[in-house]
């Protein structure tokens, strides 16, 4: 993390763009020791599905995470990165910059225009992980209506992200109870949490007006809803996709599958 700090008399095109990326992930990595095996499976589901070269969105796509291992992994594919914090898009514009199978766009999906700013009007597969738990359940129906007229016949959408079974308490209770020992331990070693991680984009001279702006968006976090698989596959279903599941799950989160 100590790269991130050497940009103080740069402008942003010469910015530790990489640096500020293997920061996010190691942040992420703090909540989800398992993250990198949900972007695996997402992928190899990809290629099963829609092949190699696919049209892709990135959909609430933070700093290109899933930018990043799709085009390591297909260097034939594309990309549409879509979000509104712009701090994250700061660091995903400056990762990505020159790239000509990236493009990202500003938009806000809770708005019902948000699709007529994207370049394309289908997809081969639409991806997105760990983001819209900020949305309530409402939200993301309405959402997933509009993901469904985007993706192509044939093509995928993909969700991994936290999926809580509520009729497990004593099961959650004891997962919850070990995750959070678990994080308490790392954090001694000196892993950073979500807030830490911002207080650094604040104190960043290139982050730190996005990051402020990105405040007044979103406050300190946003009061979304985590339902279960089961509530996802259902909601997809009923939007207009043929076949729904799970293809990967952990105690606390899973990466649902819906075929057009």
Same mark, same amino acid.
């Given at each position: 993390?100590?790269?991130?700090?050497?940009?103080?008399?740069?402008?942003?095109?010469?910015?530790?763009?990489?640096?500020?990326?293997?920061?996010?992930?190691?942040?992420?990595?703090?909540?989800?020791?398992?993250?990198?095996?949900?972007?695996?499976?997402?992928?190899?589901?990809?290629?099963?599905?829609?092949?190699?070269?696919?049209?892709?969105?990135?959909?609430?796509?933070?700093?290109?995470?899933?930018?990043?291992?799709?085009?390591?992994?297909?260097?034939?594919?594309?990309?549409?990165?879509?979000?509104?914090?712009?701090?994250?898009?700061?660091?995903?514009?400056?990762?990505?910059?020159?790239?000509?199978?990236?493009?990202?766009?500003?938009?806000?999906?809770?708005?019902?225009?948000?699709?007529?700013?994207?370049?394309?009007?289908?997809?081969?597969?639409?991806?997105?992980?760990?983001?819209?738990?900020?949305?309530?359940?409402?939200?993301?129906?309405?959402?997933?209506?509009?993901?469904?007229?985007?993706?192509?016949?044939?093509?995928?959408?993909?969700?991994?992200?936290?999926?809580?079974?509520?009729?497990?308490?004593?099961?959650?209770?004891?997962?919850?109870?070990?995750?959070?020992?678990?994080?308490?331990?790392?954090?001694?070693?000196?892993?950073?949490?979500?807030?830490?991680?911002?207080?650094?984009?604040?104190?960043?001279?290139?982050?730190?007006?996005?990051?402020?702006?990105?405040?007044?968006?979103?406050?300190?976090?946003?009061?979304?809803?985590?339902?279960?698989?089961? /509530?996802?596959?259902?909601?997809?279903?009923?939007?207009?996709?043929?076949?729904?599941?799970?293809? /990967?799950?952990?105690?606390?989160?899973?990466?649902?599958?819906?075929?057009?």
């Amino acid at each position: 993390m100590t790269d991130t700090h050497t940009t103080s008399h740069i402008t942003t095109a010469g910015a530790n763009w990489q640096a500020w990326q293997e920061s996010w992930d190691r942040q992420q990595e703090w909540y989800m020791p398992d993250r990198e095996e949900r972007f695996r499976i997402m992928l190899d589901m990809v290629e099963a599905l829609v092949g190699t070269a696919p049209r892709v969105l990135d959909l609430a796509c933070g700093t290109g995470s899933i930018t990043a291992r799709l085009l390591a992994r297909f260097p034939e594919a594309t990309s549409t990165g879509v979000d509104l914090d712009p701090a994250l898009l700061a660091i995903a514009e400056g990762t990505f910059a020159g790239d000509e199978r990236v493009r990202f766009v500003t938009a806000d999906l809770k708005d019902p225009d948000w699709r007529t700013k994207l370049p394309y009007d289908s997809y081969d597969a639409v991806l997105t992980a760990t983001a819209l738990h900020w949305l309530h359940s409402e939200s993301l129906a309405a959402l997933y209506g509009q993901v469904a007229e985007l993706v192509r016949d044939g093509g995928v959408f993909m969700n991994a992200d936290h999926m809580i079974d509520e009729s497990t308490p004593r099961i959650n209770a004891a997962e919850q109870a070990h995750r959070r020992a678990r994080r308490e331990q790392a954090k001694r070693d000196g892993a950073l949490d979500w807030a830490d991680w911002w207080q650094l984009a604040a104190k960043d001279p290139v982050l730190a007006e996005p990051t402020a702006r990105r405040f007044e968006i979103y406050g300190e976090h946003a009061d979304g809803d985590t339902p279960s698989a089961a /509530w996802h596959a259902r909601v997809l279903r009923e939007k207009g996709f043929d076949e729904v599941r799970p293809v /990967w799950c952990s105690p606390t989160d899973a990466l649902v599958l819906a075929l057009k």
